[in-house]
């Protein structure tokens, strides 16, 4: 169950009221304009609940799988020296990332507030003191929204142009290097402006297309997963059969390795984030995040496995997105 949270940082589902018990009004503006509807809504001020299990699953599924799967197996491979080892590496990091997100859960129970990390700070530290006390709840925030999430974003929407763009590499091979690459920044900033258009535009137009692109991906992947179903079937073993040979030893590469592999599965917080969207919270949150971590975890490691039966460690290692190499665009 949802505990009721004391805190009195944010305004969600909290009164907003004067010492005296009248309503605190907007800056420059007494209550007596404010009509009586109006009173009542600042007395709570909280976000709609739009999200079903079925909308979370397929937040959580959309923001996971990315960029990462058709990147991050070659920079894992190398760095791992052999395909037994990059496949137990992938594993181990969905189990992580499972235990990640079970414990945001189980927060987000105990503070059910939107903001993830910023709210579970601001909880654990906000009434400490009036200036450090909500400071790591603001360097977590600028973290995120000045390094983190553009940077990503940024690798993400780049891979989108990448693969929009392959299909049409004959009618571009005449284009000049530079040129090829501005049409690619193009296409990306195109897309980008429209998925943050989409954001503004409504909520549900958002989680309509959010699960339409989730269901897309998963058939997707889908395919590259039956077509390396199809050759281990037809004896297309050669590469998986060399198991752990090669594996590196450094603690620098598997390092790495871990790295590259945990980049992929980020997104697990995602519906922590939004705890407030969420219709049912105390059971949806939880029930998408056990549904969601085994599915991605499954996914990766047979598209991995897709991926090692067609192309040797060099061609993945030296590929700058699998898939295109791997033939399955």
């Not at 105990?110 to 450090?132: C, D, I, M, Q, T």
């Not at 974003?153 to 142009?161: D, G, K, Y």
């Not at 975890?297 to 030296?318: K, Q, R, S």
Request: proline fraction near 5%; include cysteine; charge should be negative.
């Amino acid at each position: 169950m949802v505990a009721a949270t004391p805190s009195e940082f944010g305004l969600h589902n909290r009164e907003v009221k004067l010492p005296g018990g009248s309503v605190e009004p907007f800056p420059g503006q007494s209550t007596e304009s404010l009509p009586t509807r109006s009173t009542e809504m600042l007395n709570k001020v909280e976000l709609k609940r739009e999200l079903g299990l079925f909308s979370a699953v397929n937040l959580n599924v959309g923001c996971m799988i990315g960029s990462g799967i058709f990147i991050s197996p070659s920079i894992a491979l190398e760095r791992a020296g052999s395909v037994g080892l990059c496949l137990v590496i992938w594993a181990v990091c969905g189990a992580i990332s499972l235990m990640g997100a079970l414990t945001f859960v189980e927060l987000s129970s105990v503070v059910p507030r939107s903001g993830a990390e910023y709210s579970y700070f601001l909880e654990a530290f906000g009434s400490l003191h009036k200036f450090w006390g909500p400071l790591p709840s603001f360097v977590c925030a600028f973290i995120n929204v000045c390094i983190l999430n553009p940077t990503s974003t940024a690798v993400i929407i780049l891979t989108f142009s990448e693969y929009v763009c392959h299909p049409f590499a004959h009618q571009m091979s005449g284009m000049t290097p530079e040129s090829q690459d501005m049409v690619k920044k193009m296409i990306a900033i195109v897309g980008l402006g429209l998925m943050t258009v989409i954001n503004f535009m409504s909520v549900k137009l958002y989680v309509r297309m959010q699960n339409i692109f989730s269901v897309c991906k998963l058939v997707v992947c889908g395919i590259v997963i039956l077509t390396g179903v199809v050759l281990l079937c037809t004896g297309e073993t050669e590469n998986l059969s060399k198991g752990s040979e090669g594996s590196a030893a450094s603690p620098e590469n598997l390092a790495l390795a871990f790295y590259g592999c945990l980049w992929s599965y980020g997104g697990w917080s995602t519906i922590t984030v939004i705890t407030e969207e969420v219709k049912k919270p105390e059971v949806n949150v939880l029930r998408s995040i056990v549904i969601t971590l085994p599915l991605v975890t499954a996914v990766y490691l047979m598209m991995n496995v897709a991926y090692m039966t067609i192309l040797t460690i060099p061609e993945m290692v030296t590929a700058s997105a699998v898939a295109v190499i791997s033939g399955f665009w």
